[in-house]
Structures are given as C-alpha cells and as structure tokens.
C-alpha cells in the first residue's frame, strides 16, 4: 500500500470512518462552497473616511509610514518627496501594473527601471490589491504587474494602494479575490504586509529590517 | 541535531538549567517580555474570547473530517500544478525531500523556520546526502552555528544572549574584518541579514514549513516577521513545503479566524508582519516565483492520535502562549525538556511521538497551574491532557514506585474515615509536638524535594475534626 | 443550583480539606464561623480527602473511590464549602469528568458540583455577604492561588471580603497570579524546580513588604511560608479565612507556637 493509502486508511481507522459517508461528504462540500465568515471584528466595519482614518492609524502602528495624496497624479512626486526627505537616491524599481504606468513619473526627476528584483535594488514601488484596515495590513497579489522580490529584497519598500480597495475585513478582501480569480483560485502569492521586517530573536529586542524591507511607506491614494 | 531525545533525563537537564545563570537571565526575558504585551493586545480587541473558540471549533471541524479536507486539499493543489508527497514517517519525509533536492542538483538550501524540520531532523539528512542547509530565520541560524536545537517554537534562540552571538559570528564569519564592531545587537542583525542576502539569491532550493495549509484552494500558508520564509520560497527554483496533517484548515475565512488570535498569542501583535499565501508554482507570465512547488506532507504519529484523548492536541497552531506563560519553563528553559517540543504543549505532545516511556517526565513535571489553557488561542485543555499522561503511566506501572507506595499508603486511611481520623489525630499531635519549638522542619525524612529548599510548616496539633467535635460537644 | 428554602438559614456542610483537617485546624474553625456569621447552619460530615493527590497522579480508581465516599457524605446538604479553591475545584470541575461514563453516579456528582464552593466566593456571590466584622492591623498581600483563580473565578471576593476588615490595607504584589510553584506532590517530585518558582514567588512577595501574605489554599501558604522563612523573613502567612474571621491570635503558619504576633 502506498504511503497515501496508508495515511488516510489510518485517518479513517481513528475516526471510526469510511470517507463514504454522505452527510459527512456535504458538510465539507458546504463549507467550502459557502466559507461562513466566522466572527469579523466591529473595529474595522466602517466606510468612508473613518475607514481610512483606521487604515492609516492602525498602519501607523505598525511601524509603517504613510502619505496620503489626493489622486494617481500626484503619486510620483509624494514619492520624490518621500525618497528626498528619506535621503535615499531617486532611483526605483516597479512592475508592469497599468495603474503605476498611468502615473507621470516623467514630470519628476526619479529614474525609473522596471521587472522583478535581483537584490540590487534600494527602493521598490508596487501597487496593493488591497488595505486592510482592521491591523493596516496592505495585500499584494504575484504576477508581472508587481513582482513578488519587490516586496522583499529592497531595503525600502514603497507600497501604493487605492483608497477604494481599503476594506474593513480580510474577508472582504478574499471576496474580492474570488470574484476577480473565481472560487477556489488563487494568485500564486498572496502577501499580507503588515509593517516592516523586524525580528526579536537577539534577547528579545525589536529590531527592524531582518531580511525584508526595514521600511515600509504607504502612498494611499483618493479619498 | 535532535535525534536523540534527552527528555528521559529532564531531571538532570533541569538541575543543570537551574544552575546556569545566563540562562536564567535569558529566560526573565520571556517572563517579562510575552506576557505583558499577550494581554495588552488581547484587551485591545473585544471579540477576541470569541475568536478563540471560532479557531478551536474549526480546528474541532476540520479533525473531526481531516480524510476529507485532505483529500480536497490535494486535488486543489494538484490543479495548481504542484506536488503533494505523502510521508508516515520521519525518514520517509527525509527522503522525499532530500530526493527533491538531488534531482534537482541543488548545493545550497535555504529555510524558513519550521518545527516539523526539526521534528524530523532534516538538516542532518541535507547534510548527508552532501547539501549545505541554511537555516535563515534569525533565531535559528544562530542556533544552527551552534549547532543546538531551538529552545522555544517561535524564539529558538531565546535562551542566548547578544555576547554569545557575537563570539558565534565571530568564529564562523571569518572572511569579515576581525575588528568590526558587533557590540549591538542591531549590528549582528545586520551582518546576519548581508550573510544570509548571499545564501538567499545562491539557493537552489528552499524549504518552508506551514502554518496552515487550506482546503479550498491548495493554498500553504507561512508566517513570519522577519520575511525570510518569503525570500526562501520565491527565490530559488524549487519550493518544498513541509507540513504535517493537522495543518489543514477548511477555507480562506477558517484561517482568517485562526490567524486573528494567532500574532496575538505568539507575540502580542495584532498580525505578524508577513502572511503568506502560496498556491502551486510560478503562472504564465510571472517574472519571479518558483518553478516547482511540492507539498511533502507528515503524519508521523498524528493519525494514531485522532479519536484518542490526546486529538485535541492537534488543534495547536504552534503559537508558543503555553511556554510563554509557563512557570516550568520560565524556571527550566526549552532544552531541558529534551526534545523539539519543549512547555506544556511539548508535555503533552512529546509524549505522542517519542513514546511516554522517554517522555513520561514532561507530563508529571507541572503544577497543574492552568495558565496554559488560560491562555491557549485554540483552547486546548493541556493539564487535561498531561492528567491522561499520568493515567497512562500510572496503568501501565512507569510511575515511580516509591510515588505509587507513598500513594497507596495515604489511600488507605483516606478510604477509611474512622481509622483515619484516629491515626491522623495522633500523628498530627506527635508532630506538632515536635515543631513546636520552632513551628517548622527545616528537614523531614523522606520529604527531601521539599525540605531541601523550604521548611515545612509544622502542624497546630490535633486535627479540624476533633476539635470541632469538641466544641459541639461544649455547647450541647 | 439548589436553591435553599428561603425560610430556613442554608445547611451548609464545612469540607475542611485533609490539609486543613491534619495541619491548621483553626482555618477549618474561621471558616465555620464565617459561615455561622453569615446565617448558615454549619456541619461537618466525616471526611478525608477530596482524592485530588489521587487524581492528578494518574489513579482514576482511587480517586473515584474517594470522590463516591465524599459524594455519599456531603450530597445531602444544600452547599458544600470548603477553605480552598483547589479541593472545591477538584469537586466542582472534576468530579463530573471522573463519572461521566456511570449514568447513576454521574447524576449525584453533577448534582454535588453544583452546590459546592471555595469559601469566599460562596460568601460574596451566594449569599451576598460584602464586609465582616474583624479587626486586623497591617498590610497584606494576597497572592491568587491557580485552582480558584482558574477553575473557579476567585479574584474579586477576597479582596472585596478584605476591604472590610477594619485596620487592614491591601497591597498587590507582581506576578500575584503567577503559580507559587506547590502543585501538590510536583514540590516534593520536582523540588528543586519548585524552588526555582517558590523563590521568584517569595521575591515579589517581599517587594510588596506587606506585614502579612495571605491566600485561600494551605498548600500553597505553606509552601511560600515555607520558602520565606527559609529566607529569614519575618512576613507573616496566614490563611485568608483566619484573616476575614479576626482569628488572627494564634501563631502564623511556621511560626512557633509559643510565640505570639512577630509585631
Ligand atoms: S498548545 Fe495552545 S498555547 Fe501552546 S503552542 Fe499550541 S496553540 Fe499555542
């Protein structure tokens, strides 16, 4: 008998169960096709401005950065502004993301490379799927619009995100992530980002930047 | 690094944890550090009592039809094109993986921090069949120089100080300037961050455990502060994951709930900084992500504990909250306990996959304080399950004999009123008598455990019940 | 719950514990007159031990065998009170697991649990009681023994009961819910881990510098009176009954018993 058999004929053994039962069948087929959402925090179950407000407190938390600006055109130079004040380089790195190609990166003097990170980059900017502002978590889906490397190798990591794709939940989100991939796809990387890289294995210490970025600044954009 | 338990000696490694002073310091951390900020972030959320029992009653669901969740969870991953391989036993997961590696030519492979790893002892088994593995979590590339086991399930190194870290730099990063300061512990993060860089983009290979793995979309799912499981996953070629059956979890919304109490217990965030959800290899079109995507799952022993006593404990979701809050282990530290598993949560699942014959002291080694199951996020009744222990142990005759006689001996008069009242009044006169000089023992035969370290409290002589029946007597 | 003919005072049966019956007889004294002070009939029924020791050891046939005597002693009265949250624990959450698979005992031990409570907690919410007639001087620190802690929600009471003591000033120490380190046979079994925990308890027990330390179980007052006086501390330990019941006379738990008040 193979390993596999083995496995489940033991599984099975122990639960004093065949595999054939019928209710048992359609109670794991219901709750896969229905995903109760369980018990969905009050905190987060506003709209609106409030809604940001908490996104950008709770981030804030975290130990992220945040800039708010008014709309895609302005993004650019909230972003030269960031990287002056920050005393880094005008030099970034982004994906293919149409959004980030709708933004007049030209009007600034930022120089501007494109595709996934190699380990040499300090700054990368890619765009969120969505904030979540229940913990300030940003969500980033893989693909060639945003490299999953930029969200790891470089010391800074710029994220961008849409105010009208912050939910309260991260229900919400995988609703959303349903309706745009289908039930039961996924991306083949789903981040939740909540902050910057840190680590407390040296006596307990918080430092951050362990291997991941040691900033993380969000450039929530609209109202 | 771990394959032979010393759990039979916990009695031995205790004493000498006892007496090891920069362990002692190290482990003040945990008391202090855990503790304060688990509750401070618990208080922050009013559902999170509720969100508690959600995670444990999904966890009961998902058990209660783990062939069926497997099974769903195995084809999702197959249509995401990547590779489940089933494992019964530790060296059958070796294998596996180490079959994946040498297929694959790798030199370097990198991992994330994964107990299961450990469980299985698989850096040795890398090692042998001629790879170099990486540990690349903070805590357990330190650990890995000094070549010990983790002391603790999500801070391995907890019981190191920053000296002890700077000599173990200092002896294996020789190709740096011997003159570098490394007197901050922001500097020893920093060096392990440019060594690890390297390793990270040489790997060919990287290994991450799973905090969950999802039925409904194939999905495995990792947890991290550092982003070191990240960077081992997406940037070599092949992605192994290492996960035992437990692990699974029915849907996108089942986890969020787990995930909600999880950063809480384990370190008193409301979430850890990096949540990670993979499903299958690289997509069309993608410029990074790796090209294979394998899925080595474990049982080894798990199976045999469902429908058992001990099925519970399988709901655990590797938060640490049982250690942190542990007077045992704030006295004794991880390694005492002799195995991967150290705290309650080691007490009592050791036991279930070394045997309780090498780990029947873990289960006997607590006050039955009930802090652990006071805190755990998914409600596991562990002093419960470390009393079946002793059940277990007492049946089968491993308790120590003179714990049985000195037992047998109190339940003899205890199931006897009459006799007992009678022989306890004179013995508790006899010994008050003699403490009533100083009210105390300072040493008492065959109470050695205690009278060592305390003295014990001399009786007041005679017993309640004897002087309650003299009073009723003076008043009628 | 069963509920007492309001028209007469509450029977209740006084379960001493074996600890207090064998070693401190005079909690088992305070807690009678708390209880009388309170408007209850009290009796004590023959009695040994709850079988905790039993128990927790892993001896499932005597423990049942001491819990089946201890039912057929105690189910007759309408509460069953005992000095410490331990053995009341042991009763109340414990006793229904030990007989749920025997239908007929299983009834009378759900039946006992239900009525059975660690003494503050039976006097703050059964029967309402909020202050007691006692006068003690000084400054105590109470210290939250697990079993009542956890099993059954002993915090506020005591401390509510304390408050009314006349002269007495309450002062938390750190930690004063962390375990003391006892655990019954644990402190003879792992002494010197006992230690290790009984000494850090001691610690912060000190930096409080109350005059007095106080808690609802003998075991564990006896083993940090123990731990103290090994240290040469001249902190008093005493049980929180003696305390609430102003039977504060008699020597402190290790003290000589020639010996009066150390103040
Ligand atoms: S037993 Fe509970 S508290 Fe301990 S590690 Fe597991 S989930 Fe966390």
């Known amino acids: 008998m193979s390993a596999r058999e083995e496995i489940f004929g033991a599984v099975r053994r ?52 945040i800039d708010r600006v008014k709309d895609r055109a302005a993004v650019p130079d909230a972003i030269a502004d960031f990287l002056r004040r920050t005393n880094l380089p005008a030099r970034l790195r982004m994906g293919a993301d149409p959004r980030l190609g709708e933004m007049p990166w030209d009007k600034t003097a930022l120089e501007v490379s494109h595709g996934k990170s190699d380990g040499g980059d300090l700054v990368a900017v890619n765009h969120a799927f969505a904030g979540v502002a229940e913990t300030g978590t940003l969500i980033l889906t893989s693909g060639p619009d945003n490299p999953t490397t930029l969200n790891f190798l470089p010391d800074y990591a710029i994220v961008i995100v849409d105010a009208k794709d912050v939910r309260g939940s991260y229900e919400d989100v995988w609703q959303r992530i349903r309706d745009r991939d289908g039930k039961g796809h996924m991306p083949r990387t789903v981040n939740w980002i909540t902050g910057p890289s840190r680590s407390g294995d040296i006596e307990q210490k918080l430092l951050l930047g362990a291997h991941g970025p040691r900033s993380v600044h969000i450039v929530l954009v609209g109202e | ?63 209660a039809n783990l062939d069926l969740y497997l099974e769903k969870w195995e084809n999702k991953v197959h249509d995401a094109g990547g590779h489940v391989h089933w494992a019964r036993t530790a060296e059958e997961a070796r294998q596996a993986i180490v079959d994946i590696c040498r297929k694959a030519g790798a030199k370097t492979v990198t991992k994330g921090k994964s107990m299961i790893s450990e469980e299985i002892n698989l850096n ?32 391995p190194a907890v019981h190191l100080n920053a000296t002890q870290v700077e000599s173990d730099f200092r002896r294996v990063h020789t190709h740096l300037d ?82 909600r109490v999880l950063a809480r217990s384990a ?47 399988l709901r655990c979701i590797r938060c640490g909250a049982c250690m942190n809050h542990c007077p045992v282990y704030h006295a004794v530290g991880g390694h005492a306990y002799g195995w991967v598993y150290p705290g309650p949560m080691g007490a009592v699942l050791s036991p279930s996959l070394i045997g309780v014959d090498k780990a029947g002291h873990l289960p006997n080694a607590s006050t039955f304080c009930g802090r ?105 | 719950m069963a509920a007492p003919n309001s028209s007469r005072p509450p029977r209740v049966a006084l379960f001493a514990t074996c600890l207090v019956d064998l070693m401190r007889p005079s909690i088992g004294m305070a807690t009678a007159k708390l209880l009388e002070d309170a408007g209850c009939v009290v009796e004590v029924p023959s009695q040994t031990c709850c079988g905790q020791p039993a128990f927790n050891s892993g001896d499932r046939d005597t423990a049942r065998a001491l819990a089946e005597q201890m039912i057929a002693a105690f189910e007759g009265y309408d509460y069953i009170v005992a000095p410490s ?58 210290h939250d023994s697990c079993s009542g802690l956890r099993e059954l929600s002993v915090k506020k009471q005591p401390r509510l009961l304390l408050q009314s003591v006349d002269g007495l000033s309450l002062t ?92």
Not at chain 2, 290 to 297: A, F
Not at chain 2, 432 to 449: H, N, Y
Not at chain 3, 96 to 119: G, I, S, V
Not at chain 3, 121 to 135: E, I
């Open chain 1, 14 to 65: 122990s639960l004093g169960v065949t595999g054939q039962e019928q209710p048992r069948r359609e109670a794991v087929n219901e709750r896969i096709a229905k995903a109760p959402r369980g018990i969905v925090p009050e905190r987060g179950q506003l709209s609106g401005e409030a809604l940001l407000a908490l996104f950008e407190e709770q981030a804030k938390a975290t130990l992220a950065t």
């Open chain 2, 1 to 63: 690094m771990t394959a032979h338990p010393t759990s039979p000696y916990f009695k031995e490694n205790a004493h000498e944890a006892l007496k090891d002073e920069q362990l002692q310091m190290a482990l003040s951390n945990v008391r202090q550090g855990f503790i304060d900020k688990r509750a401070a972030v618990a208080a922050k959320l009013p559902e999170f009592e509720a969100l508690r029992d959600s995670a444990r009653d999904i966890k009961n669901h998902t058990l």
């Open chain 2, 124 to 155: 040795a088994a890398i090692e042998a069949a001629g790879m170099t593995p990486v540990e690349t979590d903070l805590g357990e590339y330190i650990i890995q120089l000094r070549n010990e086991a983790p002391s603790h399930i999500i801070a």
């Open chain 2, 178 to 259: 011997p003159n570098r300061d490394l007197s901050e512990p922001v500097q020893l993060l920093t060096e392990a961050r440019q060594v690890l860089r390297e390793k990270f983009l040489a790997a060919d290979v990287g290994i991450t455990g799973a905090n969950f793995l999802i039925a409904e979309t194939g999905t495995s799912v990792i947890v991290t502060n550092e982003g070191n499981g990240d960077l081992t996953q997406i940037l070599p070629k092949i992605h192994i994951v290492i996960a035992s059956i437990e692990k699974l979890v029915p849907t996108l919304d089942d986890v969020s709930q787990i995930l």
């Open chain 2, 267 to 313: 370190t008193g965030q409301e979430m850890s900084v990096y949540t990670t959800f993979s499903t299958g290899p690289r997509r069309p079109g993608d410029v990074d992500g790796p090209e294979e995507y394998h899925v080595v799952v474990l049982d080894n022993g798990r199976s045999a504990m469902l429908g058992t006593s001990f099925q519970d404990m």
């Open chain 2, 372 to 476: 652990c199951e006071s805190v755990c996020p998914v409600r596991i009744p562990l002093p419960k399950m470390m009393r079946h222990w002793r059940e277990q142990e007492f049946e089968r005759h491993l308790t120590p004999a003179t714990v049985r006689s000195g037992l047998g001996v109190w339940a003899f008069f205890a199931k006897r009123p009459t006799l007992y009242r009678f022989a306890s009044n004179l013995g508790m006169k006899a010994l008050a008598f003699f403490g009533r000089d100083k009210g105390k023992f300072t040493s008492l035969p065959f109470a050695g455990g205690w009278t060592d370290y305390r003295d014990f409290p001399a009786p007041q002589g005679g017993t309640f019940q004897d002087q309650w029946k003299a009073r009723k007597g003076a008043k009628s």
């Open chain 3, 85 to 142: 949250g331990s053995c009341a624990g042991q009763v109340r959450k414990h006793y229904p697991e030990l007989f749920k698979h025997d239908p007929n005992l299983a009834r009378r031990a759900d039946a006992l649990a239900e009525k059975t409570y660690e003494l503050t907690s039976f006097l703050v919410d059964v029967l309402g009681v909020r202050k007691v007639a006692a006068s003690v001087a000084g400054t105590a620190t109470y």
């Open chain 3, 172 to 263: 938390e120490m750190n930690e004063n819910e962390v375990c003391c380190g006892f655990g019954g046979t644990f402190a003879v079994k792992y002494g010197e881990i006992s230690d290790s925990i009984v000494t850090k308890k001691a610690e912060n027990i000190e930096a409080a510098e109350p005059d007095m330390l106080l808690a609802g179980d003998l075991g564990c007052l006896m083993n940090m009176a123990g731990k103290l006086s090994r240290m040469g501390s001249t902190i008093e330990v005493r049980h929180v009954a003696e305390v609430l019941a102003g039977m504060t006379d008699l020597p402190p738990i290790g003290a000589p018993s020639g010996q009066e008040k150390a103040r």
